[in-house]
């Protein structure tokens, strides 16, 4: 069936629309270009004026241009200092107004001849404002435009050359432009990265300059990993002093910024660990777990985790600094609400920790996490394990997997950190999990569960058991007995993968070996 239409007369026509939107951008050019009486402004806001032709807005417009042209370019300087700021106005509409016209009578080239020595610092300051906002607003209308404007007239080269400016201000607005640019594409990082006077002003970062260049210095590093294959190491590897300076800081925002990109620069394997543990920003970190701030400390979480997967080495630091006992609080959602009673986060933490802008739960997400540093950790060796048993975090871990109402991805977190607790452990830690911390009966529950990756783990887990208690003489049937497996038997016959369906068959020929009866055994 198709759908009811408005009549005719009701439907709003497209040029209707078009000349309304073209007038609303002509007439606050003109407003800002200084061209336009108050009488006309008066009868722009008219309805009559939708009724107008195009043809006359355009040359409206083109009139504003020229006007504009005509202030940049006054040899008044007050009155080419009100100009730029009323283009960097313009230059802030995401809406998309006539751009390549501006760039076509030569405002922009005018702007960019205000960068130069000789013209006062607040001259420069506002032109430098003017072509930062030509590449964060502008450049999602118009980004092949931007790019070429960015090209022709060297302003990569230019804003560099700002950084070794005497003004702060000027150098942060540096700072924020080359963050712009790059960010657009993997081609624009690298060119900004190519510049090696910007390396060496990251390099060269104290830590007591001042806050807007401390948050635009950790902004443009973000800029250079958010959304973006990583780039070549020895490209970023100066500004790791940068980040061991920026995250010494006590300020929210370049907090934010500094652990979003250790966060990224820890993910996968590091070829070039040495440099990583050379910038020594792991107790920083540790530290910042308990940071009053939700933004930064579920950043913190994140990052600490990259680490431990990332790093044999840094994961032994981590342990050896009381990492486990940080990472206890945040495991169970009573404990951690008890201690945060309220938990948000900023754009910039969602989009950093969400996988492909998916919505979350922010305690969920935590959880997740600090199951997953435990999993890593018992990845290692016998004494990781040790160390996790000693900290106490099996018990919360088996709540976790008991409790019905634990986020599925948070409990196949957990059921994996004890399995692999399991599976790589020697047959008295196994001895200890089974007798001491109850976490048989559990871990047989998870195997009726819908998911088959946390059945995968599951199984392997209690396999394993089976195998220790074989060759080390302690008794399990018993607690293998009180569990229900009916569900389990009854999905089995529909796995499709080996490997899984082996472990299936091995867990049931071993119940069956202990005496377990149903009515679903396969002779």
């Known amino acids: 069936m198709k759908s009811a239409r408005a009549p005719s007369h009701r439907r709003p026509r497209k040029d209707a629309i078009s000349t309304r939107g073209v007038l609303r951008r002509s007439s606050r050019i003109r407003k ?39 202030r940049v370019s006054s040899r008044d300087v007050e009155e080419q200092l009100k100009a730029t700021k009323a283009l960097g106005e313009l230059f802030r509409d995401e809406r998309g107004f006539p751009l390549k016209a501006f760039i076509k009578c030569g405002v922009v080239s005018q ?30 209308w118009y ?20 950084l070794n400016s005497p003004d702060d201000d000027i150098r942060a607005q540096a700072l924020l432009a080359l963050g712009h640019f790059a960010a657009r594409d993997n081609d624009c990082r690298d060119h900004v990265l190519h510049q090696k006077d910007l390396l060496s002003f990251l390099g060269g970062l104290k830590g007591n300059e001042e806050l807007s260049m401390l948050r635009s210095t950790s902004w443009t590093l973000l800029m250079f990993y958010k959304d973006k ?37 820890f993910r996968g394997k590091n070829d070039n660990i040495q440099d990583v543990i050379d910038a020594d920003v792991c107790q920083r970190l540790l530290d910042l777990l308990t940071y009053p701030s939700s933004s930064v400390f ?30 206890s ?79 599925p991805r948070v409990k196949h977190m957990a059921a994996w950190a004890i399995s692999i607790a399991i599976t790589d452990g020697t047959d ?18 998870l195997l009726n569960l819908d998911c088959l990756m946390t059945i995968s783990v599951a199984l392997e887990g209690l396999v394993k058991v089976m195998e220790s208690a074989k060759r080390s003489n302690f008794s399990c049937a018993d607690k ?15 796995f499709v993968n080996v490997n899984l369906c082996e472990k299936a068959c091995t867990l049931m020929a071993n119940l069956q070996r202990y005496g377990y009866k149903h009515k679903y055994d396969v002779k």
Do not use: W
């Not at 342990?319 to 006992?325: A, K, N, Y």
């Not at 293998?480 to 529909?494: P, Q, R, V």
């Open 111 to 140: 702007v960019v001849k205000f960068l130069e020595a000789g013209h006062s610092v607040q001259l420069q300051l506002e032109a430098a404002r003017v072509l930062t906002n030509l590449g964060s607003h502008c450049m999602s």
């Open 480 to 494: 293998f007995l009180e569990c229900d497996f009916g569900k389990f038997y009854k999905t089995s016959c529909y």
């Open 32 to 70: 800002l270009a200084g061209s336009l009486p108050q009488e006309e402004s008066a009868i722009s806001a008219r309805k009559g004026e939708l009724a107008l032709s195009l043809q006359y807005v355009i040359k409206q417009l083109e009139e504003c241009h020229k006007t504009m042209v005509v």
């Open 329 to 407: 609080e945040f495991l169970l959602r009573k404990n951690l609400e008890k201690k945060r009673p309220k938990i948000e986060i900023c754009k910039t933490t969602k989009h950093i920790i969400a996988r492909n802008g998916e919505e979350f739960d922010v305690v969920e997400k935590i959880q997740y996490d600090a199951c997953r540093i435990i999993a890593i950790i018992n990845k290692g060796n016998s004494k990781h394990i040790q160390a996790v048993i000693d900290a106490g975090l099996i018990a919360p871990l088996v709540e976790l997997i008991s409790t019905g109402d634990t986020e």
């Open 298 to 327: 579920i950043l913190a979480l994140r990052a600490i985790g990259n680490i431990v997967f990332s790093c044999c080495i840094l994961k032994q630091q981590i342990i050896d600094r009381g990492v486990l006992h940080r990472v």
């Open 428 to 445: 008295e830690h196994i001895k200890h999990l089974v007798t001491m911390e109850d976490c048989l009966k559990p871990m047989c529950d």
């Open 229 to 265: 294959l990583q780039p070549a190491f020895e490209q970023v590897k100066p500004a790791l002093t940068a980040l061991r300076t920026l995250v010494c800081s006590n300020e929210d925002e370049v907090l934010i910024n500094a652990c979003g990109v250790l966060c990224i620069l």
């Open 143 to 162: 980004p092949r435009l931007v790019t070429e404007v960015v090209i022709e007239y060297d302003l990569v080269e230019k804003f560099v050359d700002f």
